[in-house]
């Protein structure tokens, strides 16, 4: 590999670790709106969490729990080690 194309891999390396960062941001905000939507739904009678509200709450923190867990399944780490070996 040539010296360009090796700048190359480390600029976007470094553009990875700011990801990396970012998602974290992102991961926290989420996590935060999830347990606000749980309180939400803890807080209601058990009459309303049965009702059309409730059944939405339930929906909103599964997909909130999908998002997170995507979030974390992305292995910044790993890509970045791809491309460290790809310049080796």
Known sequence: MNKDRRKQIDATITDLEKVRGQLEDILAAISDLREEEQEYYDAMPCSFQEGEKGVAA?????????????????????????????QA
């Open 58 to 86: 339930e929906e909103a923190i599964g997909n909130l729990d999908n998002a997170i867990e995507e979030i974390e399944n992305l292995d910044v780490d790993l890509v970045i080690s791809y491309l460290n070996e790809a």
